[in-house]
């Protein structure tokens, strides 16, 4: 692992060996592991250390900031529209929220 931190930082002996991606995501999570984080709001902890992990900070972001939306339950009442007809009308209601059951977890 002390080569791949020579590379990283530059090392004048091995200026033909080129870091690969894997290698340099490589570094930055064992460099990442040996971190105490003491800040308890974690978007705030990748923002302070935003440049000394590149790769790991742009995962968080992706990750940490998901918006909260409605569009499951929106999509929960849309396979009740799909399931409940004109033509299936008379279903029972515990026949309707198994099939809407069935409907969400069988995609």
Do not use: A, M, W, Y
């Given at each position: 692992m002390k080569l791949?931190?020579?590379?990283?930082?530059g090392s004048t002996e091995d200026?033909?060996?080129?870091i690969t991606p894997?290698?340099?995501a490589s570094v930055e999570?064992?460099?990442y592991n040996g971190e105490v984080v003491t800040e308890y709001n974690p978007l705030c902890w990748w923002n302070e250390n935003l440049r000394k992990y590149p790769?790991?900070?742009?995962?968080a972001r992706k990750y940490l900031c998901i918006p909260a939306t409605s569009v499951p339950t929106e999509r929960a009442f849309s396979s009740a529209g799909n399931i409940v007809s004109a033509k299936?009308?008379?279903?029972?209601?515990?026949?309707?929220?198994m099939l809407v059951f069935l409907a969400e977890n069988l995609q």
């Open positions: 791949l931190g020579d590379v990283v930082q200026q033909h060996l080129t894997f290698q340099k999570i064992n460099r790769l790991l900070s742009r995962l299936r009308s008379c279903l029972q209601p515990d026949s309707v929220e």
